[in-house]
């Protein structure tokens, strides 16, 4: 059974950081892309940040400069670091998996961020 299971979430102050963190189960963590997506209330999803099996990151403009995804293969897991945050940080942020040859995709149950002005 696959599991995705982000914790870390939170209420923060303007300014503050946070670290997410989302660990796998059931799949071969070390052929998977990981991202962090985040969907903010009456909003699309977005996504975040990538990070390749091989440690290649991508960031979206929204957190360039201020989020930093990590993954640490032996402990099947995956993080992002998020600093200097803004109000309109305010999500749910999940976690997402993306197997680099079958393309399937998992996605975690997600953590609330808000983040107060």
């Known amino acids: 059974q696959v599991q995705l299971v982000e914790s870390g979430g939170g209420l923060v102050q303007a300014g503050g950081s946070l670290r997410l963190s989302c660990a796998a189960s059931?799949?071969?963590?070390?052929?998977?892309?990981m991202g962090w997506y985040r969907q903010a209330a009456g909003k699309q999803r977005e996504l975040v940040a990538t990070?390749?099996?091989?440690?290649?990151?991508n960031y979206e403009d929204s957190g360039k400069g201020r989020f930093t995804i990590s993954r640490e293969n032996a402990k099947n897991t995956v993080y992002l670091q998020m600093n200097s945050l803004k109000p309109e940080d305010t999500a749910i942020y999940y976690c997402?998996?993306?197997?680099?040859?079958?393309?399937?995709?998992?996605w975690g149950q997600g953590t609330q961020v808000t983040v107060s002005s």
């Open positions: 997402h998996a993306r197997h680099v040859l079958y393309e399937t995709i998992q």
């Open positions: 059931g799949i071969i963590f070390s052929v998977n892309t």
């Open positions: 990070i390749t099996p091989g440690g290649r990151t």
